[in-house]
């Protein structure tokens, strides 16, 4: 059997990885979660026997700590943080205290066996883009946004920790991942949301901007792929979708899928943090994958099917 701990455990993407690790009978999973933006209804406790969940903040040591030494966890899954761009722009130090969570896990991974530590890095590292598509090994990360330096500064934790104590890591860089029980304030979800509330779609400035929309299952099934196939080891593979779409063009087709009576309504450009484009080099996501990516509008119709936290 495999013990597993997931932080951040009953966020969108986290509570996902805990489900599907808990199908396996051979794993025991732990999620823990601060609850300050997570949601315990993620996690279908009830279901699965070997799923574990505990309110604990992986920022404060005497928490987690306490969750290392009564679990003993063989991998952990480290995706506790502040995430989404306004809140992570409005509160920079709420973000910065997420180093604190890196250090307190690596630490307690390096001294308590852990084999390896799977972290939730983000494309907000690379921040305006130098080149398209971006490439884990050639493009430069260049951004200067607390959110996106708290990541680099958790990749360079795993690097050092790696090579100082010989404690193994895979880092997944995120693009923008969607799904059924994503948070409502995201921008699928909460475009979705005003659509079928026929409430104006808010996009900010000219909504040309670009972005790559990955579906949850393409998102956690080449995660879990790298875990289970030992790949991507001590290395860093991008996790998103490379079909760019403006954010006008998302606000379109939603409204076109659902049918709704919505219109589009221009905000002014954010200050910082809306960068003009995202698109990965997915080439080893692929190769994790092994298969085709869903269609974006495709996957929109499966959020549609289960719209109870979007409309929650």
Do not use: W
Not at 30 to 58: E, M, S, W
Not at 120 to 138: A, D, L, M, R
Not at 279 to 308: N, S, W, Y
């Amino acid at each position: 059997m495999s013990r597993i701990l997931v932080t951040g455990g009953a966020g969108f993407v986290p509570s996902e990885v805990a489900v599907r690790l808990a199908q396996d009978p051979a794993n025991d999973v732990v999620a823990v979660d601060n609850l300050l933006t997570g949601d315990i209804r993620k996690l279908p406790l009830d279901q699965y026997p070997n799923l574990h969940f505990i309110k604990c903040d992986a920022n404060r040591f005497e928490d987690i700590s306490s969750v290392f030494y009564a679990y003993r966890p063989e991998y952990v899954f480290h995706y506790a943080a502040v995430v989404g761009v306004k809140r992570t722009t409005d509160n920079p130090v709420m973000v910065l205290r997420d180093i604190d969570g890196i250090r307190n896990v690596l630490d307690l991974c390096k001294n308590s066996g852990v084999k390896r530590v799977f972290f939730s890095s983000s494309s907000e590292v690379y921040g305006e883009p130098v080149e398209i598509p971006q490439n884990e090994k050639t493009t430069p990360l260049n951004s200067k946004l607390p959110y996106a330096i708290v990541k680099n500064i958790g990749e360079a934790f795993l690097r050092s920790y790696q090579k100082e104590y010989g404690l193994d890591y895979t880092v997944f860089r995120f693009f923008n991942t969607y799904g059924p029980k994503q948070s409502k304030d995201f921008v699928v979800s909460k475009f979705i949301r005003a659509a079928l509330k026929n409430e104006d779609i808010t996009v900010y400035g000219d909504g040309l901007q670009t972005r790559t929309f990955c579906y949850i299952d393409d998102n956690v099934d080449a995660c879990l792929n790298a875990f289970r196939n030992n790949e991507v080891i001590n290395d860093v593979v991008n996790i998103g979708n490379d079909q760019e779409t403006t954010v006008l063009a998302l606000a379109k087709t939603i409204i076109d899928v659902t049918g709704s009576k919505s219109k589009v309504a221009h905000l002014p450009p954010l200050e910082e943090g809306d960068m003009t484009r995202r698109m990965p080099d997915i080439t080893r996501m692929r190769q994790l994958l092994g298969r085709e990516l869903l269609p974006l509008r495709t996957g929109i119709e499966k959020v549609l099917a289960d719209t109870r936290f979007i409309l929650g």
